[in-house]
T-cell receptor, first 115, second 115 residues
């Protein structure tokens, strides 16, 4: 069975400083991995996805993530945080490799950005 | 990008009544729709997967007679919470996709409060 573990439930950064949200995955085969963002009382927006192409994936709003098979990690980073980045972030693995069937969500990381 | 719309955005109902939540794909035909439940400050839990024209597949522990799902057309799926109780209060989110290897787009969610 596939699963994801988000290592931090809360992350707090100052505006303009780097963001690092950590995610480790468990999978029996090559996974498809995603990062979604959820603003309060809103639906989810896809930030980026990894589906066995380039290991460094660039997403929207300046976010990127690197797939490291040896470390079973897919950490999300951004060089400089903006106030608008404050939200809940979910690391997600797809149960079907290469596809979007049955997404398994991590517990989420709440990102706070301070002035 | 593709748009998925949920209606209503929020609803308050009395215990014992039923509530219907609609999920529409506005600019694409969705062969599959997913229904998730999110408790406060928690992650999304998949409730069921529905394919157009067939019965929904429910996840373990989800009562199919309580959470009725209908996917009658390629652009509409409904979730009906029957005989609602306060413990059914939650944030319900749907997602829709064209096919198994395409991205699933999320609705904005429906906050249900049962009093």
């Amino acid at each position: 069975a596939q699963s994801v573990t988000q290592l931090d439930s809360h992350v707090s950064v100052s505006e303009g400083t780097p963001v690092l949200l950590r995610c480790n995955y468990s999978s029996s085969y090559s996974p498809s991995l995603f990062w979604y963002v959820q603003h309060p009382n809103k639906g989810l927006q896809l930030l980026l996805k990894y589906t066995s192409a380039a290991t460094l994936v660039k997403g929207i709003n300046g976010f990127e993530a690197e797939f490291k098979k040896s470390e079973t990690s897919f950490h999300l980073t951004k060089p400089s945080a903006h106030m608008s980045d404050a939200a809940e972030y979910f690391c997600v693995v797809s149960e079907v490799p290469g596809g979007y069937n049955k997404l398994i969500f991590g517990a989420g990381t709440r990102l706070a950005v301070h002035p | 990008g593709a748009v998925v719309s949920q209606h209503p955005s929020w609803v308050i109902c009395k215990s014992g009544t039923s509530v219907k939540i609609e999920c529409r794909s506005l600019d694409f035909q969705a062969t599959t729709m997913f229904w998730y439940r999110q408790f406060p400050k928690q992650s999304l839990m998949l409730m069921a997967t529905s394919n157009e024209g067939s019965k929904a597949t429910y996840e373990q522990g989800v009562e199919k007679d309580k959470f009725l799902i209908n996917h009658a057309s390629l652009t509409l799926s409904t979730l009906t919470v029957t005989s609602a109780h306060p413990e059914d209060s939650s944030f319900y989110i749907c997602s829709a996709r064209v096919s198994v290897n395409t991205e699933a787009f999320f609705g904005q969610g429906t906050r249900l409060t049962v009093v």
